[in-house]
């Protein structure tokens, strides 16, 4: 009999986990906090996986924390002290990111890294699946959370879509106003007399 398996799972909501909230985490202290408050992008771990409950990331995370240091436009944390920090491998044909935290100028910037590391699942397709969760600061009201697992090839053109449904004005600031569609007057419209001229 075959398992059952999950196609597609999307979840966008408003949430209370904000800036402060990961920067008051029991395993974020000192240098830590001070990263975590003031970074555009915070790598944060899960709080609610594996058979004790600690705090985690997913394997392979300490390499996309490289990627991002690379990077000079955008300051980047780990939400979680050093000595804290572990990484917990799942056994599934899925690829989990850690979860992210960016402000809504970043998201940009998050969205080419992830991009990158999607085209290397979609250039060896061993996972099937993608997992991951993006938190957006608006800077003004509440976080937007938007949970995703589905296949690779769409998950970046959903996660963007469903921020901007949420965060309209965040389209704006990265791509500037877009045009208004304009609809020519009858005046302007060519007529066929004029074409047989």
Same mark, same amino acid.
């Given at each position: 009999m075959p398992l059952d398996q999950t196609?597609?799972?999307l979840e966008?909501?408003?949430?209370?986990?904000?800036?402060?909230?990961?920067?008051?985490?029991?395993?974020?202290? $000192?240098?830590?906090?001070?990263a975590v408050r003031s970074a555009d992008i915070v790598i944060?771990?899960?709080?609610?996986? $594996?058979a004790e409950q600690t705090p985690s990331f997913p394997t392979g995370t300490a390499v996309l924390v490289r990627q991002f240091a690379k990077?000079?436009?955008?300051?980047?944390?780990? $939400?979680?002290d050093r000595?804290?920090?572990?990484?917990?491998?799942?056994?599934?044909?899925?690829?989990?990111?850690?979860?992210f935290f960016v402000t809504a100028v970043a998201l940009p910037i998050l969205t080419t890294v992830i991009?990158?590391?999607?085209?290397?699942?979609?250039?060896?397709?061993?996972?099937?699946?993608?997992?991951?969760?993006?938190?957006?600061?608006?800077?003004?009201g509440k976080c937007i959370s938007v949970q995703y697992k589905g296949p690779p090839g769409d998950a970046l053109e959903t996660l963007t879509r469903e921020i901007d449904?949420?965060?309209p004005r965040h389209s704006e600031?990265?791509? $500037?106003?877009?045009?208004?569609?304009?609809?020519p007057s009858p005046k302007t419209v060519p007529t066929d007399e004029k074409k047989a001229s």
């Open positions: 196609l597609l799972k966008v909501s408003e949430t209370g986990k904000s800036r402060d909230y990961w920067a008051t985490r029991p395993w974020v202290s $000192g240098e830590t906090q001070a944060v771990p899960w709080e609610d996986r $594996g990077l000079s436009d955008v300051t980047v944390a780990v $939400g979680i000595d804290r920090y572990a990484e917990l491998a799942l056994h599934a044909n899925i690829k989990r990111f850690p979860m991009a990158n590391e999607i085209q290397k699942i979609l250039d060896d397709p061993s996972p099937s699946v993608v997992e991951m969760e993006v938190i957006v600061d608006p800077q003004h449904k949420c965060l600031e990265v791509q $500037g106003p877009q045009p208004s569609a304009k609809v």
